[in-house]
């Protein structure tokens, strides 16, 4: 049966971000509904029932999270929309924010009418200036046309949308570090509990929710929950944006559902490896910080709970493809580069460990390794993993783990052969 | 801050944007970020001269804001390139050839990673993942995505800047 596009229906078309556009393929059809019918808890527990799970990396359960706001009412809720997409090999969102506006904008507007918020935050990451131009004209087409401000379609319901931009930091994707960043201070992770549904932004309760997650809420609320969960596999419903780069021949987001081979990704939807003499040699299936799997093992499905049983996670879904030309210890230096750069330096393990990491695969890549710096990698990793206050120790010991574990040879071999045997090009210049 | 008209390091009407964003948002504090871009858009970096007038418009210690400029990238303690290019070095950039292009902006620009060359044109910088792997190897120059880089491109993009 041929897959009907939901998130990315309107990206093709032309002037896709503008309200006209959107109105056109029935926009806001869904905020209608909503508005004119349906309770706040009904909404929230058609969003339950459907099975949502978090489309920014860790896979919780949507409806659960908002259900974690306290009953009582007595300081403002805020839902903070998290556009700091940063994770390397990850740009759906980025998608979503430039072509379909308006989907992600009726998606905060609905989640925020579920959770009874009035104030919402589109933190968008610094890097995406014109994104946060085109959100930002797509939140004055929808007060123009009363689908914000107060009284939205004659509901008595009010709502505000501001946009933030973040100026340059992968931390402030991690929640409670977007919220220090929100109110105006170095993006640094605070410690959970309590967590931001009872103490989020401002000292007020909040929800956090990523881009993609609220790009499904209309579709769910248009179509019902029942739809929506026969969509994907049990426990990981709904359609899902997969990123494909590296060396592929069409890199490229594409919409399937959740449970996707990822072998047909690959070979279907990005045309297969880039060079046809150069084979897949591995694949990080969910953004950089989750553990990479050989070529052997890649014929996995793309969802939640089947990732987790092979040994790594579906994360942000920005898969990275790596073919037989690539030297392994050199990717993984460049992403210990970006883990080190990235690291807020608040965990003494992660600002020092994210540093050994590097300092020790530069010398395996130059040629100057020891035979002990594979376990010694590992052992840093041990070190950082858990012993931080955010995942971001996790983040950077996953990748490290896994690839010198699956490539241990390849580690040796730098070391034995004393240089890099597929010419240290990873060695930044 | 008396006397300020005089000696504000901002123009008036940047003046006026902060202002503007002190009730902008429930708490004055949110403003930081969106005044240091205020100022920078200006004068194209953050002097401390203008960490101070933030400072003080917010209404928090100098050291507060020198604190939070210093740990976002995009805030420029130095002025950068009036063309400002920041070629992507994560993973999937690098899988593609994003060091051949820094090397051929290196060559073409003769200035280092983090150099500004003489006359104050270009300055180059490795910046992290973009979020644009799709577009590898991808820069940006000031506000705009540059897609598919190449060392033939490089010498196109450099050409159509001047």
């Known amino acids: 049966m041929a897959y009907e596009k939901l998130l990315l229906k309107n990206v093709g078309r032309e002037n896709s971000h503008t309200l006209d556009v959107s109105l056109k393929a029935g926009g806001y059809q869904a905020l209608r509904k909503a508005l004119s019918g349906m309770t706040p808890d009904a909404l929230l527990e058609e969003v339950k029932a459907s099975g949502l799970r978090g489309r920014g990396g860790a896979g919780f359960p949507t409806g659960m999270k908002w259900s974690f706001l306290p009953k009582t009412k007595d300081k403002p809720r805020y839902l903070c929309i998290n556009a700091d997409e940063s994770e390397p090999g990850t740009f759906k969102d980025r998608l979503l924010i430039e072509r379909d506006p308006h989907l992600v904008l009726e998606g905060i507007i609905l989640s925020s009418f579920a959770i009874d918020c009035h104030t919402a935050f589109f933190y968008i990451r610094g890097e995406f200036q014109k994104g946060c131009r085109i959100f930002d004209q797509a939140i004055a087409e929808a007060y123009a046309k009363g689908f914000l401000g107060k009284n939205i379609l004659g509901s008595g319901y009010d709502l505000d949308v501001l946009t933030y931009r973040g100026a340059g930091a992968y931390i402030c994707g991690e929640e409670t570090a977007l919220l220090e960043s929100l109110e105006g201070k170095r993006g640094l992770p605070r410690i959970k509990p309590p967590f931001p549904a009872i103490v989020g932004l401002y000292g007020c309760p909040t929800i956090i929710n990523n881009v993609e997650t609220l790009a499904n809420v209309p579709f769910i609320v248009e179509r019902g929950a029942a739809w929506y969960a026969g969509i994907g596999r049990p426990k990981n419903t709904g359609p899902k944006l997969f990123c494909l780069s590296g060396h592929v021949k069409n890199p490229g987001v594409f919409e399937a559902p959740l449970g996707i081979p990822f072998l047909e990704l690959l070979n279907e939807h990005a045309g297969g490896m880039l060079h046809p003499d150069r084979p897949l040699k591995a694949a990080v299936p969910g953004g950089s910080s989750m553990k990479i799997l050989p070529a052997n093992r890649c014929d996995v499905l793309l969802d939640f709970d089947s990732l987790a049983a092979a040994g790594t996670m579906l994360g942000s879904a920005g898969g990275m493809v790596m073919d037989s030309s690539t030297c392994i210890v050199g990717a993984l230096l460049n992403l210990a580069e970006f883990y080190e750069h990235e690291s807020c330096g608040q965990c003494t393990p992660c600002r020092e460990g994210t540093g050994w990491f590097t300092k020790i695969l530069h010398r395996l890549e130059t040629g100057h390794g020891r035979r002990e710096d594979p376990d010694l990698l590992l052992d840093v990793a041990r070190r950082v993993e858990g012993n931080t206050i955010c995942p971001f120790g996790e983040a950077v010991a996953w990748p490290v783990q896994s690839y010198v574990t699956e490539f241990k040879s390849e580690f040796d071999d730098h070391v034995t052969k004393g240089a890099c045997p597929f010419g240290g090009a990873a060695v930044q210049g | ?162």
């Open chain 2, 1 to 162: 801050m008396s006397d300020a008209a005089a000696t504000l390091p901002v123009s008036a009407d940047t003046d006026r944007r902060i202002d503007a964003l002190l009730t902008k948002y429930p708490r004055r504090a949110s403003a930081l970020l969106p005044a240091l871009y205020a100022v920078q858009e200006e004068h194209g970096w953050v002097s401390e001269d203008a960490m101070d007038y933030v400072a003080a418009k917010i209404g928090v210690s100098a050291a507060f804001v020198a604190g939070v400029v210093s740990f976002y990238t995009m805030y420029h303690r130095k002025p950068v390139g009036q063309h400002h290019i920041q070629v992507c070095r994560t993973l999937s950039c690098m899988l593609r050839g994003s060091r051949q292009v820094m090397g051929r902006l290196k060559e073409r620009l003769g200035i280092d990673v983090g150099g500004v060359t003489p006359d104050g044109r270009f300055s180059i910088q490795y910046v992290e993942c973009l979020g644009a792997c799709d577009t590898a190897p991808c820069a940006q120059v000031n506000d705009e995505d540059v897609p598919h880089l190449d060392p033939a491109k490089v010498d196109a993009m450099l050409a159509r800047l001047k």
